[in-house]
């Protein structure tokens, strides 16, 4: 597994969520326990969006998903609060402590690294930027130019023509269950990082490699290209 490219997912794979999620629960009266109902509810939709050919910006859908958690839960929430929960903690968050030395260590080794994000072609921009990330990537790229959300295998398989790679060659990386299977149905190599909290969905194809972060990663691949 000595690919040419390696895709990315960017939220919560490359940045840690943390920071957003309190300004979630703030907006919500102190409801952490509502916090994967609203995640849950965002990724629900955004698959909706997708399947009646609709597209919002997924910083919009979520927070449309914060609001309808808010009015299910008998809460409060102004569209402008909810704007206000989300829009900028989501383009300022830290990314998690491994990642810029793995991606450091990948990008050394001579690998092309691309994003494949839900983001917005804006937001990725300014999330990367941010995080200190920008100079590592090859190519930011989103579903903006399609207007269907990942997990659909389209995406990765546009992703594929834009990098101008065969599956086979190519190597997504990602935190969530739900994109590891859409890697595996567009025939990519697939790693999982094993982020707190993530799982893998036992009725996917399993990934080719689970790791605990890129530090592991990296060292794997530039083991394996050496």
């Given at each position: 597994m000595t690919p040419k490219v390696i895709?990315?997912?960017v939220n919560e794979t490359l940045i840690d969520l943390a920071s957003m999620r309190r300004s979630v629960a703030d907006s919500l009266g102190g409801r952490d326990d509502l916090l994967p109902l609203w995640f849950s509810t965002m990724l629900h939709?955004?698959?909706?969006?997708?399947?009646?050919?609709h597209f919002h910006p997924f910083g919009e859908v979520g927070v449309a998903a914060l609001i309808m958690v808010a009015e299910s839960n008998g809460i409060h929430l102004t569209q402008p609060d909810a704007e206000?929960?989300?829009?900028?903690?989501?383009?300022?968050?830290?990314?998690?402590?491994?990642?810029r030395p793995?991606?450091?260590?990948l990008k050394k080794e001579g690998f092309i690294l691309a994003t494949l994000t839900n983001s917005s072609d804006a937001m990725v921009a300014r999330q990367l930027q941010n995080a200190g990330l920008s100079d590592l990537f090859d190519r930011l790229l989103t579903v903006e130019s399609l207007q269907i959300y990942k997990p659909n295998r389209a995406v990765y398989d546009w992703a594929l023509d834009q990098m101008d790679v065969d599956p086979e060659e190519a190597m997504m990386v990602a935190a969530h269950g739900w994109d590891i299977a859409g890697i595996k149905t567009a025939r990519m190599h697939g790693v999982f990082v094993a982020r707190p909290g993530q799982a893998l969905?036992?009725?996917?194809?399993?990934?080719?490699?689970?790791?605990?972060?890129?530090?592991?990663?990296?060292?794997?691949?530039?083991?394996?290209?050496?």
């Open positions: 895709f990315f997912d939709h955004s698959l909706v969006e997708s399947a009646t050919g206000a929960a989300i829009s900028e903690p989501f383009a300022s968050m830290p990314p998690h402590a491994d990642v793995g991606l450091e260590a969905y036992p009725l996917a194809p399993p990934p080719d490699l689970v790791v605990k972060d890129l530090v592991e990663l990296s060292e794997i691949m530039v083991s394996r290209a050496s």
